[in-house]
């Protein structure tokens, strides 16, 4: 059977909707918000009508913006905590917003100056979002992996604070190791005791590491192997370590090869 034609004129609406949502919210990101509704058209691949259609307004449409990232956060939440224990799935969860909010400074700001927030639709989410947080947190807590002396509105504020250090900070792992030493006051003394450490994958905690080469901490990756080096350079400055180490014999250098400083 085929679909009705009303059913897949809703199916088209729904998806251009999707694609000018994704295309504002790159383009706020990129642009600021005063980056015109015509030229969002053109990055969704949609005419300036259909934007129009759906969001009639800017406002309305950075409202929609900001109602969605709100929303794909509360999904963020629920994921890291069928994954992982709850006081890793705390902190975690922190972390990935510390990072989603890193680069959307504008849209961030509009949100928390603005004096017409919070609209209905964009307090919906935000009502979302904050029993997420809330629900993350008390479990945490009950876990014994947080301090039962902080409330959500702490947590809240001091994220918030963490996403502007680590923008204002000059160096990428600079921010983040600030990022997570902020975050460390949250445990509980009996997790600081035990040596208990941001991870990046499921499974034991693990010791965050150095870079092989410089010493300088690293970004922990939500995926993969650790890193071993924090970039290209140290990667290449221990690769040329050790093609001289292994082509030395007796205590010599072997020609053409210089020591590594």
């Not at 034609?5 to 000018?20: H, I, L, M, S, T």
């Not at 259609?53 to 950075?62: A, D």
């Not at 509105?153 to 996403?163: K, Q």
């Not at 902020?182 to 991870?199: D, I, K, N, Y």
Request: proline residues 4%; contains cysteine.
């Amino acid at each position: 059977m085929t679909a009705a034609p009303q059913d897949a004129g809703r199916a088209d609406a729904r998806r251009n909707r999707r694609k000018v949502l994704a295309a504002a919210s790159r383009a706020f990101d990129e642009h600021g918000l005063d980056v015109s509704l015509g030229a969002i058209a053109r990055q969704a691949g949609v005419g300036a009508g259909t934007v129009y259609r759906h969001f009639p307004s800017k406002e309305i449409l950075l409202e929609a913006v900001l109602a969605q990232q709100l929303d794909d956060l509360v999904e963020t939440a629920r994921q890291w905590a069928a994954r992982t224990d709850p006081a890793a799935a705390f902190f975690g969860f922190l972390l990935d917003v510390v990072d989603t909010s890193h680069g959307r400074r504008h849209t961030c700001d509009a949100l928390t100056t603005g004096t017409s927030w919070p609209r209905p639709s964009l307090a919906a989410s935000a009502r979302r979002f904050r029993q997420a947080l809330d629900h993350m947190l008390r479990a945490a807590q009950r876990a014994g992996g947080v301090r039962t002396d902080v409330n959500t509105d702490d947590v809240a504020a001091l994220t918030v604070g963490c996403a502007t250090m680590r923008t204002a900070h000059r160096d990428r792992n600079g921010g983040a190791r600030m990022v997570r030493l902020a975050l460390e006051c949250l445990r509980a003394p009996s997790a600081v005791t035990q040596g208990q450490v941001f991870r990046d994958t499921p499974g034991p905690f693990h010791t965050a590491s150095q870079c092989e080469e410089c010493g300088v901490w690293l970004e922990l990756r939500p995926t993969g192997r650790p890193a071993r080096y924090c970039g290209a350079t140290c990667r290449q400055r221990a690769h040329r370590r050790r093609l001289g180490t292994a082509g030395r014999s007796d205590g010599g250098r072997v020609a053409g090869t210089r020591d590594v400083e």
